[in-house]
């Protein structure tokens, strides 16, 4: 079992910064291909990032691609998500999620842990 707990949501204007964090439990943290997906009111739950176990490879919604970068602390169980130059249309809850692999590569869907979510907002 993994649990995740996202932080550093908020309200900022269009152009401004975020760093989002996700503190996830347990000893196989190193394990898990970890990404971050975002949900719209009204829309679907859309994939944002996701990287390796190891840190080394990242993949990105076309969407994000250039302004978000996703990074990960194997030593503090952490996956963060920077995001820079938001737009309104970023406004969303985004969530942290895990999943177990053995191979070194991104995962950009069939997560099975989930996070609380945590709320962006993004002002124009």
């Known amino acids: 079992q993994v649990q995740l707990v996202e932080s550093g949501g908020g309200l900022v204007q269009a152009g401004g910064s975020l760093r989002l964090s996700c503190a996830a439990s347990?000893?196989?943290?190193?394990?898990?291909?970890m990404g971050w997906f975002r949900q719209a009111p009204g829309k679907e739950r859309e994939f944002v990032a996701g990287i390796s176990r190891s840190g080394g490879r990242a993949s990105y919604a076309d969407s994000v691609n250039g302004r978000f970068t996703i990074s990960r602390d194997n030593a503090k169980n952490t996956v963060f998500l920077q995001m820079n130059a938001l737009k309104p249309e970023d406004t969303a809850v985004y969530y942290c999620?895990?999943?177990?692999?053995?191979?070194?590569?991104?995962?950009?869907?069939?997560?099975?842990?989930w996070g609380q979510g945590t709320q962006v907002t993004v002002s124009s």
């Open positions: 999620a895990a999943v177990f692999r053995y191979g070194d590569f991104v995962v950009r869907d069939g997560y099975d842990y």
């Open positions: 347990g000893r196989t943290f190193s394990s898990h291909c």
